[in-house]
């Protein structure tokens, strides 16, 4: 009886020690196996013609990825790994195999143009994207599972960027055609990328200056915290393209009416509704979560603070604030990443940003142009995210990080 028990395979614990992982594995096989890598196309209008890893890669690349697969593979078992020693081979493989397929398709770009016309073009393929992400989200998942410090976190990925960052100062992704629409718009891009960061930024200051205040109120007065959601929903649910269009009438009128309103750039289109607009969605996510975050603060901590004789303004300042930081900017990083994903639409009101490239490049249906306005839109937020879940973390007491 005691051997029956000992091997029984509900007490021999689980055969996969790591679902998450598995999963993305399966994921990137299947995008391998069903999806192009790469496409060619003769020029920048045209589709391309898809090709797969297999073709893509020289068979050295393919059989180190394939490598790399097989002994993540390993690291979702049971056995033969420790949990903890898995986690870090994932940590230390998934961006060997994040940078392999990187090269691997700024070779292929490099290889296949030199015999091919001037106007012909190289684009990522699904599959590439799909081998892009699920490293990424297998790191992400490995620290999780690590619970690592803040510095070990911080300098891995400084590490990793700046990995990424020489394979781009080396030259191989020059004949991607994304990085051609790039080198035919370098001075329109640093200029609307400064223009993306000031909207968001103009956005964001008012969006904090008011929306304390009035979570501070929710808070304080319950019988206003009802109508004030209330208002706070009804901007959300209006769509972001509408509400950048029902801005345009009322501003263009009060900058005819108040001609040194329309001095400073107050009108119709440009700037001014996009700021207007971003700082209408940004304001319920601050709102709330500076609610929630006082409303977190324990009673006993507050009667506590009163017992020694603090006032109203010292318990403010220096007890609620404190224990309701991580909350509210756990908000702040939400709105952060909801203002850089909406400043996109700004541009059809002619505020300008990142969404201009991909406008123009939806109107000339050159997708690489589209691209290369989404890209950077999407790194820019997962920039900011992780700088932002930095000083989250910071501002929780030290016990709790």
Known sequence: ????????????GPFVANRVLLVLLAAALMGVVLLPFAA?????????QGVNVAVALLPWQWLSLSG???????????????????????????????LLTLYGLGDYAFRTLQDASPAARVSQ?????????CPVLMIIDAFQRLDSGLAVRGFYTVALVAMIGALFASGIFDGLSIMQEYANNRDTFAAEFLTHLRLVGLALGPALLVGLPLGLLARRRPSAR????????????????????????????LGEALP????LGVGGIGAAPAIIALIMYSLLPVVRNT???????????????RGMGMTARQILWRVEVPLALPVILSG???????????????ALIGAGGLGSFIFQGLGQYAIDLVMLGAVPTIALAVVADFLLQILVSLSKPAGTR
Do not use: D
Request: glycine share 6%; with cysteine; net charge positive.
């Open 40 to 48: 060619m196309a003769p020029n920048r209008l045209m589709s391309g």
């Open 125 to 133: 393929g699904a599959a590439f994207w799909i081998l892009v992400f």
């Open 332 to 346: 702040l990083r939400i709105v952060t990443v909801q203002a850089i994903g909406l400043t996109v639409v700004a």
């Open 1 to 12: 009886m005691s051997e029956e028990r000992a091997w029984h395979p509900r007490r021999a």
């Open 291 to 305: 609610y929630a975050g006082f409303a977190g603060v324990p009673a006993t901590t507050i009667e506590a603070a």
């Open 226 to 253: 009802g109508p004030l959601f209330g208002v706070l929903n009804f901007f959300q649910t209006i769509p972001s393209i509408a509400l950048f269009a029902l801005l345009v009438a009322p501003l263009s009128a």
């Open 260 to 263: 040194w309103l329309k001095a």
């Open 68 to 98: 790399l697969a097989m002994v993540l593979a390993l690291c979702t078992l049971a056995r033969p790994f420790p949990s903890r020693l898995a986690r870090w081979l994932t940590l230390i493989i998934a961006p060997l195999w994040l």
